[in-house]
């Protein structure tokens, strides 16, 4: 193996330090105290999982944590009704209402119910538009982890051949809006892009989000280049029980790239601690004090 190991786990540790040292901060010279209210509707498990680990580290940086939950059969106007509550309450900093939403819902309706300064999830159509268009938005976790994670790695991106894998409106668009904001030259392939091996072959940076198991091949891997593996994919193992792996096989593709992020503790520890650092973002802006350096796109 020749990789460099990217420690996304170490780095998310870093980053959720720094967001409570200006915390702390915040509190001790404005009186201010960052506040994140997250909305679950139903009792999907795995959200209920994400959701106690948002909050369990909201706290421990330092911040307000408001959980709400609510009940699967809950009316959109209702949910729409307390979404207007936590825009208007001057406690709360970041809303993020946890996806999936019960089928009943209007995913994008309630979206772009939020007040796009609270959107630290930066899903509403307004965040989407402003980050299309180089201006200053909430931006999307995971992508916002993988843009740190490269910039730490590679210090600048300028000029770079990056190709992202998947164009989801959560990871993939998002992310090679960025990139093109740190000036690479961005291809985004999907699946029906034509001869994917050939397009991953002119990557210096490769980021992979499509949730296929170790899809992306050490020899589609351009000697060097690093890898941004977002997949988060659960496999049985031959003998027997389950195990975690990425959307590249890890070990083709770490002999051939110049530095790969592993799953698990590559981006995914990523995406809680730049949803901390949304959030004082959006606390920062809201009481037009200047923003922390390095927590933002
Ligand atoms: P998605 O299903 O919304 O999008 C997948 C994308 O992959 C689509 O755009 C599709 O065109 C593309 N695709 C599918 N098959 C392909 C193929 N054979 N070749 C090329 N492209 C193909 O998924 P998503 O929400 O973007 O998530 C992608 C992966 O990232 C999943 O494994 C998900 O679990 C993971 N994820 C991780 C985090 C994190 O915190 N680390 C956050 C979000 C998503």
Known sequence: ???????????????????????????????????LAVVLVGEDPASQVYVR?????TVEAGMKSVEHK?????????????????????????ILVQLPLPKHM??????NAIDP??????????NVGLLGTGQKSMVPCTPLGCLMLLRDHLGSLSGLDAVVIGRSNIVGKPMAQLLLGDSCTVTIA???????????????IVVAAVGRPQMVQGSWIKPGATVIDVGINRIEKPEGGTRLVGDADFDSCAEVAGAITPVPGGVGPMTI??????????CCRANDLPEPEGLTA
Do not use: W, Y
């Open 117 to 126: 300064a609270k959107d630290v999830d930066g899903f509403h159509i307004s």
């Open 190 to 204: 999907h699946s029906r892009t034509r001869d994917l091996p050939e397009v991953v072959r002119r990557a210096d």
């Open 273 to 282: 601690a730049c949803l901390l650092a949304n959030t004082l973002t959006a």
């Open 70 to 94: 609510l009940d699967a059969a809950t009316s959109e106007a209702d949910l729409l009704a307390l979404i207007a509550q936590l825009n208007a309450d001057p406690t709360i900093h970041g």
């Open 53 to 57: 680990s948002k909050g369990k580290q």
């Open 1 to 35: 193996m020749g990789a460099t190991i990217i420690d996304g786990k170490g780095f998310a540790a870093t980053v959720r330090e720094k967001v409570a040292a200006h915390v702390a901060a915040l509190q001790r010279d404005h009186g201010l105290t960052p506040g």
């Open 106 to 111: 209007n995913e994008a309706l309630v979206i």
